[in-house]
């Protein structure tokens, strides 16, 4: 099965930055499209971002486009969010998740089938 972790993880302060990584130990990612996914506490879990298999598609969430920014290296089996310009309400869990094909707008975690385990993300002074 296919085990996702991922790392990068932190508390930063507001206007920082932070560069969260999703790798695959056991699987190669390049077969599917991975988003992003954050849940802060007492909030439902929410669409970040997605991209394709070739990473030729992505999608952002209004909440976070222009700040964060999504990408993979298929060849170091490894996806990328990075995040700029960061607010105290991007404060939460961050998962990534990996499909076999992109649904819709990509952000709804009910088309995902695997997830990770989650990194946790603190924006605060």
């Known amino acids: 099965q296919l085990q996702l972790v991922e790392s990068g993880g932190g508390l930063v302060q507001p206007g920082g930055s932070l560069r969260l990584s999703c790798a695959a130990s056991?699987?190669?990612?390049?077969?599917?499209?991975i988003g992003w996914f954050r849940q802060a506490p007492g909030k439902e879990r929410e669409g970040v971002s997605c991209?394709?298999?070739?990473?030729?598609?992505?999608n952002y969430a209004d909440s976070v486009k222009g700040r964060f920014s999504i990408s993979r290296d298929n060849a170091r089996n490894t996806v990328y969010l990075q995040m700029n310009s960061l607010k105290p309400e991007d404060t939460a869990v961050y998962y990534c998740?990996?499909?076999?094909?992109?649904?819709?707008?990509?952000?709804?975690?009910?088309?995902?089938?695997?997830y990770g385990q989650g990194t946790q993300v603190t924006v605060s002074s």
């Open positions: 998740a990996a499909t076999r094909r992109l649904r819709g707008d990509g952000l709804s975690f009910h088309d995902y089938a695997y």
């Open positions: 056991e699987f190669t990612l390049d077969r599917y499209a």
């Open positions: 991209i394709s298999s070739s990473g030729e598609g992505t």
